[in-house]
């Protein structure tokens, strides 16, 4: 009778087996994430953008939109009594005809419009909706309108840009498949291998805030904005359109807010309410800051849609109420002691 030969129990085998799997998953996952970084990497080469220096009395990106839900994000410049916006920052031309103020009425809470910051110019042309990133910033622009409301309309200003290069169907299909990737589990391990564990513990801590006192959500809009830029921010550096050193000059005024803010919770029971809200206006003053390198850094490279959601975020996260409310807010005071710790940590280490 011959003897069978249990291959399985071959411990060689086993380990050989065993090796090939791994070598396998590995290589796998290297691919992929060479994979994801191409993808991101083919929309970020789409990158002729320059900082606007077009004469104005208002100018940014914002959202805006005929209807109270569908919104798209332009390029808007305030010129006299006249609003224009632009499908891009590149464009010479505005994407229609100037909204005149003059034959507007500005409505600063549009009823409907399901946008935490809208307002609207009224006409009897029909009702256009925007919409911005923060407070402050629908202050600023409410009042520049309402400044010029009285001015004579304008010609569109002349702007000095450089052509767009064409892009074909195949392209902007892989942009738009490198966005869905930015944001994807694929994006997210690419992020863990950017992000250092302080820098990572921040985030842990900011979602679980955002989570307990907005919504999951808001909480998920906000990791995503997060992770889209960190890597377009990591791919610039990585095929050296970007110097990283010149992402080191935002560390300094993130660094003043992150040490100030521990300060301020720890504090927070024997601060007059005028004391800690003058602090975290110090604080949200530093965060500005180093939204301003960034948005300086990254501006050339990313589109009107991604700067605004870097905006956003920064705003967002960076504003004296949002950090406030998380202060007083007991419910949550577990995550903020971790968030604390965290930029505690961040401010112990230099990256001179």
């Not at 299909?173 to 490198?178: D, E």
């Not at 110097?243 to 024997?270: G, H, S």
């Not at 950090?323 to 230099?350: C, H, I, P, R, W």
Request: proline share 3%.
């Amino acid at each position: 009778m011959s003897e069978k030969k249990d291959k399985g129990k071959d411990p060689e085998d086993g380990v050989s087996r065993s090796k090939s799997r791994s070598d396998s998953k590995s290589k796998t996952t290297a691919e992929e994430k060479k994979q994801a970084l191409e993808e991101v990497e083919d929309e970020l080469s789409e990158s002729d953008e320059e900082d606007d220096a077009t004469p104005a009395d208002k100018a940014g990106y914002i959202e805006i939109g005929k209807k109270k839900d569908k919104f798209k994000t332009v390029y808007a410049i305030l010129s006299g009594g006249s609003l224009f916006y632009y499908k891009d920052i590149r464009d010479a031309k505005p994407a229609a005809p100037g909204i005149s103020l003059k034959k507007s009425t500005l409505n600063k809470a549009p009823e409907g419009v399901k946008k935490d910051f809208a307002f609207s110019l009224d006409s009897k042309e029909g009702n256009v909706f925007f919409a911005v990133y923060s407070k402050k910033d629908l202050d600023e622009w409410t009042k520049a309108l309402e400044a010029n409301a009285t001015r004579d309309e304008t010609q569109p200003p002349e702007r000095k840009v450089e052509a767009k290069r064409k892009e074909g169907v195949l392209s902007r299909g892989k942009k738009a498949m490198a966005g869905s990737i930015a944001a994807s589990g694929i994006g997210k391990k690419v992020l863990k291998s950017v992000l250092n564990e302080e820098t990572a513990s921040l985030l842990e801590a900011v979602k679980k805030i955002i989570t307990k006192q907005y919504s999951k959500k808001k909480a998920d809009e906000v990791e995503r904005n997060i992770i889209k830029i960190v890597v377009k921010a990591y791919m610039l550096m990585n095929n050296k359109k970007v110097d990283a050193d010149e992402f080191i000059k935002a560390d300094k005024p993130l660094r003043v807010a992150f040490d100030t803010l521990p300060k301020i919770y720890n504090q927070r029971w024997r601060m007059k309410p005028e004391q800690m809200k003058n602090q975290l206006a110090k604080c949200e003053a530093s965060f500005k800051e180093a939204e301003g390198i960034i948005t300086t850094l990254l501006n050339p490279h990313l589109s009107p849609k991604n700067m605004f959601r870097l905006a956003s975020t920064f705003s967002f996260l960076g504003s004296s109420s949002f950090l406030g409310k998380a202060f007083e807010d007991a419910s949550v005071e577990a995550d903020v002691e971790k968030l604390v710790d965290a930029m505690d940590y961040y401010t112990q280490f230099n990256y001179d």
